[in-house]
Structure formats: C-alpha cells, structure tokens
C-alpha cells in the first residue's frame, strides 16, 4: 500500500482527474453538477483569506460558463460544516467527498459524494486504464486500512445533526487509540463544551467512554466552568445512571478541588484535564465521563451530546449574568 495519509489520497485523486478530465467530468455529470467540460484540476489551493487550502480544485464549463468547484475530502470522518461554509464563499459549487456511511453534510448548495462510488468509476468506467487502475486500487486499500475503519466506525456514531455551529474531527494515533471530538462554539468569554468520544480498545473488549468537558481558555478554575457544572450537574436528568462512571479521574489542585466543592459539583463531574493542560495546550476543561460496557453506543454519544448542549445553555446563562457564578 502506497498512499497512508489522507493528504497522499486527495493528491492522488487530483492526479487521476488531471490525467483524465473526461473521468472528472463524467463524475460530477454522475454527482447531478451539470457539467460540459473540465478544463483543469489544482491540488491544495488557497481558497479563502489567505490561509484555507481545497483539498482538489476543478475549472468546468457548466452551462456555457466557467465556474469553480471544490472537492473537500476526509476518509474518516465528515467534511467540518464550517469548513464548507467557508468554502462555499470561494466556489460556484463544492463537494463533500467522504466515506459511504457517513453522514453527509446538512448545508444547502454541498454536493454529497462518496470515495467508494468514484474509486467505482475509476476502476470500471471507460477511463479505465492501467495507470488509473492502479490509483483507484491504492485509494480502496487505504480506506479499507484498519486504522481508518476504526476511525470511520468512530466517526458513524456522530449524531446527525450535530447542533449548530458544531464541529467534528477524528484522531488517531498509534499510543492512545482513536478519538472522536465534537465541539461546541466558543463564547467571547473563552468558554465552551467539548465530546471525546475515546475507543481505546485495540481490538479488545473494553468500554467506550464519551467524556463531556465544560472547557475554558483563561483557568482550570474558571468561575464560569465549574458555575455551570455545578447548575448542569443538579439539574441534569439527561443520562442514565448506569452510564455515569464514579471516581475520580487523576489528582485536582487544591484549588480545583476547591471551585468543585463550592459549586457543588459532585467528584463523577471533575473528570477533565488541569493546570497542566492550561500550561502545555493552552486550555483546562472539567465534566463527567459516560462509559458503555456493552450494547449498542449510539445512544451513548447522543446522551453525552445532549448533556453537552445543557452545559452550554448553563455556560451562557453564567457567562450573560443569568446565573450566579462562585469565585
């Protein structure tokens, strides 16, 4: 297997529409893009103030005009609502190419595609050739790779839709598993919330766990983050019991320990990373830790999205003076 990344997949995919435009057009022709010819193909191009780059960029005649369209890719995970938004500025058309069995984006005007639907094309259609082949054979193998399918099976628990102004992206890495982070948009204030959704099993049984962090930019004992803990956590009817997990994760300063216990946030809620995030990253985050043991995890994630969306409600009430925060 030649192609690993997805960068190397979308460089190949450029080639194999650049060697052959009637193969892009015939693509886009099957995507419904009324298309009567494409005259070039560029790879990882600017595309927006100065620091965007599409990851495939195709000059086509569509109706007699010239217009732009945009192929943003993943191989493992939905293309970032945001990201297309952006893109959408700079395009006539873009595509969302990921996957079959996830999601397409919910944004008017995105073309949805899938790699295995064009790597069919590209292996069967009259562009067929050997060299062509061979690319659409690379890209099956790379999607079909385990560290990818651990990631797509990652990536299909996402909730659909995601709240608004919600981004997604999925991480893998050789040391620590794979995880699945959801984001919530971030207050002026520097607040937000956070999913991670974490498969660490390696093949093995073992649970999967969604953590839900109330995070902030400014302290890991931030008024407003253990504030609005403290209200979720009497509030919250949101999750099941069973999958609370108890304890305490790691050793919180004494002046962690102290904003949880003055704002009545029970020890299952202080899971999350401290000081010492806030000194390496840049950001300290706090929340309760949901796990599965065994079952369909669907309902997990959607549990641990839906208290996210209350933590929120609660971090803006704090932040906007609708709720009293303890210092």
Not at 193 to 222: F, K, M, Y
């Amino acid at each position: 297997m030649l192609l690993t990344t997805e960068t190397e997949a979308t460089r190949a995919l450029a080639a194999a529409l650049l060697r052959s435009l009637s193969l892009a057009r015939d693509w886009l022709r099957h995507l419904g893009v009324p298309c009567d010819a494409v005259t070039d193909v560029r790879v990882e191009e600017i595309v927006l103030d100065g620091e965007r780059r599409a990851d495939v960029r195709l000059d086509v005649f569509v109706a007699g005009s010239v217009a732009v369209l945009t192929v943003e890719a993943k191989l493992d995970a939905p293309v970032d609502v945001s990201q297309l938004a952006d893109t959408k500025r700079a395009s006539d058309v873009v595509v969302s190419l990921v996957p079959a069995g996830i999601a397409p984006p919910v944004l008017s005007g995105v073309v949805a595609a899938t790699w295995e639907d064009l790597v069919k094309l590209m292996q069967r259609g009259p562009h067929a050739d050997a060299v062509t082949q061979f690319l659409a054979d690379e890209l099956m193998l790379l999607l079909d790779s385990p560290a990818i399918r651990r990631r797509r099976r990652l990536a299909a628990l996402i909730p659909a839709p995601l709240p608004s102004n919600w981004s997604c992206s999925v991480v893998g890495n050789k040391a620590g598993g794979d995880l699945l982070i959801l984001t919530g948009p971030e207050m002026p204030s520097g607040q937000w919330v956070q999913v991670e959704v974490s498969d660490r099993s390696r093949g093995q049984r073992t649970p999967l766990r969604a953590h839900v962090l109330a995070c902030s930019r400014s302290s890991a004992t931030d008024p407003v983050v253990w504030s609005a803990l403290g209200h979720a956590a009497g509030r919250s009817t949101l999750v099941p019991p069973e999958h609370v997990a108890h304890g305490q994760r790691g050793r919180r300063t004494p002046e962690e320990t102290s904003a949880a216990a003055v704002n009545q946030v029970p020890a299952s809620w202080t899971y999350g990373y401290g000081q010492n995030q806030l000194t390496r990253w840049g950001w300290a985050g706090f929340g309760p830790r949901l796990e599965l043991i065994e079952g369909n995890p669907e309902p997990l994630v959607a549990h641990a999205v839906n208290l996210a969306v209350a933590i929120d409600r609660e971090l803006a009430a704090v932040a906007d003076g609708g709720r009293a925060a303890c210092p």
